[in-house]
């Protein structure tokens, strides 16, 4: 295999360098009234995979367009590798893109596609044919080159599209929804397949999805966007376990969301209600009594019937129905007065409780296992 370096910068770099992306206060408006982003502030480290991840009208694809030059800033600053491109026009940027519908030439062989980009930049033709070579490797389609796009498959029209972004050099690679075309099974072999890529040749890649189990599965941290602002930019792991407020708690994975109460707190954490019970949190934020707050319980981390037993928080709930899930059970419980309180139980524990609609069970969970969160 061609060395990968010729392709793309390495991940390691010097520790001055600056920033690969840096979002400085940066906002877009289309009618000079409302704004699609809000004083969005970032900085993005060489090599990094970063997600910008939110429902649709987040601001997401938004940042992304502006970051590629397709649109333009209202305020702010926009650099890349320290150096201002608010006024740069795209092809000066030296970006790769990956859209989501691959926007491949059907007339043109996979390797004819692949060297475009270098075509146009009147890159020498040894070296065009030296670059697609290490491309296909790079994307295993070392034996497609003569194909015609219009015979791949959709997994391997992607893996094209990629080798065409990563061709000619660019300083990151930017990828909008590019999996979204595809069926469950082959998006899941192309996210691990993107990050492989992503760790072999240290590429910097800006990613946009609306899938939060793509996010949480291929990025190294992730932006949540909601009505154009940042709500938490983290670690999938830092997101999922200590979501900054509701929304994020929410967004990312299933959740149990209880409106609540500071009652007290001790060495321990915080004790909090919910209605007339009271629940331990081992929050070692201390806020005031009286102030309201929201939990966030993860389904998986309830324990159901005599595995609740050793809990710090231990309830009763009625069963609404019971959804199986192959590798689990999903359970609606009423408790607290409402009736989506959701648990999940894997199938080896499930087997020995009575899990029926109507049955009243014991549920609860550790202190450790639940978060509090300010709005």
């Not at 072999?189 to 999805?209: A, C, D, K, P, W």
């Not at 192959?326 to 009575?354: C, E, Y």
């Amino acid at each position: 295999m061609a060395d990968d370096r010729e392709i793309i910068q390495l991940r390691a770099g010097s520790a001055h360098e600056p920033p690969i992306v840096e979002f400085a206060s940066v906002e877009k408006s289309y009618d000079g009234r409302t704004f699609a982003v809000k004083e969005v502030s970032f900085r993005m480290e060489q090599g990094e995979f970063l997600t910008f991840l939110g429902p649709s009208g987040s601001g997401k694809t938004t940042c992304l367009m502006m970051l590629a030059g397709f649109e333009t800033v209202t305020h702010g600053r926009i650099l890349i590798g320290g150096t201002e491109v608010n006024n740069a026009a795209p092809h000066k940027r030296n970006i790769g893109m990956v859209f989501q519908d691959y926007a491949l030439f059907p007339h043109m062989s996979v390797t004819e596609n692949i060297g475009y980009p270098l075509r146009v930049r009147r890159t020498p033709k040894r070296e065009i044919v030296e670059r697609i070579k290490t491309a296909l490797d790079a994307v295993r389609l070392a034996n497609f080159g003569e194909r015609a796009v219009t015979q791949l498959s959709g997994g391997e029209r992607q893996r094209v599209a990629l080798a065409r972004a990563l061709v000619f050099n660019p300083k990151i690679v930017l990828m909008d929804e590019p999996l979204s075309a595809l069926d469950k099974e082959l998006r899941e072999e192309m996210q691990f397949e993107i990050r492989r890529i992503h760790n072999t040749l240290g590429i910097s890649v800006v990613y946009v999805t609306h899938d939060q189990g793509e996010a949480l599965v291929m990025s190294d941290r992730i932006a949540v966007l909601n009505n154009g602002t940042i709500q938490q930019l983290s670690s999938p792991k830092e997101l999922y376990e200590s979501p900054r407020n509701s929304l994020v708690a929410r967004f990312i994975g299933e959740n149990n969301i209880l409106a609540a109460q500071i009652k007290g707190s001790d060495s321990d954490g915080l004790v909090v209600t919910v209605g007339a019970c009271e629940i331990r949190c081992s929050t070692k934020t201390r806020l005031p009594v009286g102030r309201p707050v929201f939990l966030s319980v993860r389904p998986e981390v309830i324990m159901i019937g005599p595995h609740a037993t050793p809990c710090a928080n231990q309830f009763f709930g009625k069963i609404q129905d019971v959804i199986y899930r192959g590798d689990h059970l999903r359970i609606r419980l009423n408790v607290f007065g409402q009736n989506d309180f959701i648990a999940k139980v894997p199938k080896h524990l499930a087997q020995s409780l009575m899990m029926e609609s109507g049955h009243t069970v014991a549920l609860g969970w550790s202190a450790e296992d639940c978060n509090t969160l300010e709005n």
